[in-house]
């Protein structure tokens, strides 16, 4: 089943999409909204199921996508955790900071807690702020949780993912180096996140999505050139792992979104997720970082396409401006 | 005015409080729950203050606190973004720590991103976990916000804060080192925050509250003795100033709580807001820390009196459970 929200109040308005992406309905008599759908799962699942299936099926003939205005699956959640799976980005970027990696590297996942009350749609034009801040994105991809206890293990986490998305993690990349030198994290250097426009029950990526992972290739293209393809089934720790890791010491409540970190390939072939890492592969290769950050106009395209060539979550398609 | 919310679903139902904090009425005609009023607070305050305004006068007879379970006023938030505005308790604990305070110290705050999807209510009992984690409370001001602005500077905030409360931001002092040394600040060190029975409108707190400092007493008793009662009006990094810094790169949604990080006076005489630093007071003098941290049955009281001695936010009230 696919979900996304029409741009509506605070919330968004529910609708089911086709699997091609091309056309949705209102689901709203069902669940106002993602939100409200994700606090009754189990008793809301079924019915947004059927209306999902009439829209694929073309007994429903719903509304071309085009003529909608998506906002963010969830316009605000309530927490926004975001990991750091890929061994092969940390590794990249710590370099490039001139920082060790840390020494629980491969044993202990890299998360933290990120801003989740004003979340960006898939077409929202992002603002460059202080040319200084050096504008970089991070092509990730993510999870929708259920409520999940304190001390869930790995083995257990399956039934808590009830969505996966993809998400664009702007981040200030000249703010960080301060920020995490103060000790408490990262803040500043990491406004709003911008999200796909579609949310997609774990059951349509088939076998594609196993053991807490999505075998598939993750798009990014900057200014209509591809800068990566990485194989998000490459995440060291999986999904489950960090889920795991998560909930150590407390329980999360249903609608929070849980992210992998930048999808990263140690194969350089695979090209990158963010402009850090280019600049940290440049930094290695070269003795310096010539690639810029991000200027006004450019323009990223983070995507995902399955095996039958679908493009499953829908393109994040984003502009920066002045 | 004053509010709380009866235990009630995932968002609890909205009370209005007498000042005297004795007896409550529900508002939940005027807004379900608290987060609902703070979505739509200029439309819904005036009608929330007469209704507030006829139980404080006895036109409405109201039912007395002692029968309604309350929950946290917002049991869950969209953001729960902490701050760590008082010097003295930096310098105490990063002292403990043996880690140097950053160098920006007293010109840019320290704040970290808490989870915000399980909050805790006043008198819910907390898990002490595994004994080696080192439980330690923190009593804490903070601040409830309305929907804030990207780039809102100091001198315009003082519109954007809707509800002062209390809150211990419970913490695993034994997992603080180890993880902040990671580099991505604190997760599993930070459990669920708990919070004070009322959120009260800033007029309520008079002269008390002034250039986004409440100078008053926060008073913290553990097993019953008082272990500190600081001036939380010693505040280095105003409640304004926090919120200039956290808006610098993104706007906060109506809801998001702020807070003030630990009290804590340079003046030894007014005790301490949390164990650590009694125990980097202890350090500092004996070369030992000798005060444990918590145990099973250990019963942590915050509160805090205005000059009139009426506890202004009701008592969190807690005790420490296998």
Redesign the interface.
């Known amino acids: 089943m696919k979900l996304a929200s029409r741009r509506h109040g ?1 919330d968004g308005s529910l609708l089911v999409v086709s699997r091609d992406g091309l056309r949705v309905a209102s689901a709203s008599h069902i669940a106002p909204h993602l939100q409200a759908a994700l ?1 009754d799962w189990p008793s809301v699942e079924p019915e947004l199921r059927r209306r999902f299936e009439a829209l694929d099926s073309g007994l429903l003939p719903g509304q071309p996508i085009a003529e909608v205005e998506l906002s963010a699956p969830l316009p ?4 926004w ?1 975001d990991g ?1 799976a890929f061994i092969n980005h940390i590794l990249l970027v710590r370099r490039a900071r001139g ?1 060790e990696p ?1 020494q ?1 590297l491969r044993s ?1 996942p ?9 979340l960006l749609g898939p077409r929202e034009d992002f603002s460059l ?1 202080d040319a200084g ?1 050096g504008l970089d994105f991070e092509a990730e991809l993510c999870v929708v949780l259920g409520d999940t206890p304190r001390g869930t293990r790995a083995a257990e986490a399956a039934p808590y993912v009830r969505l996966l998305m993809l998400a664009n993690d702007w981040t ?1 990349r000249n ?1 960080v180096s ?1 920020e ?13 996140t911008a999200f796909s426009p579609f949310a997609v029950t774990p059951d349509e990526l088939g076998e594609a999505y196993r053991d807490g992972r999505l075998h598939l290739q993750l798009q990014t293209r900057l200014n209509g050139a591809l800068l990566g393809d990485p194989d998000a089934g490459e995440m060291h720790f999986s999904f489950f792992d960090l889920l795991a ?2 909930t ?6 249903a ?2 979104i849980l992210g992998s970190g930048t999808v990263s390939n140690a194969e350089p072939a695979r090209g990158v997720s963010c402009l850090a890492e280019l600049r940290a592969r440049e930094l290695i290769a070269n003795g310096c970082a010539t690639t810029p950050f991000l200027s006004v106009g450019d323009h990223i395209e983070i995507a995902m396409y399955d095996h039958a060539g679908r493009n499953v979550f829908g393109s994040i398609d984003e502009r920066v401006t002045a």
Chains 1, 2 share one sequence.
Not at 76 to 79: N, Q, S, V
Not at 180 to 192: D, E
Not at 248 to 253: I, S
Request: aromatic content about 14%; proline content about 6%.
């Open positions: 605070r606090d605000r959640a309530y927490e955790i750091s920082v840390p629980t202990e890299l998360v933290y807690q990120g801003g989740s009350g004003c702020g801040f200030f703010l301060p995490l030198a103060k000790g408490f994290g990262f803040f500043v250097s990491k406004p709003a890791h998560v150590q010491t407390r329980a999360l409540t609608g929070t």
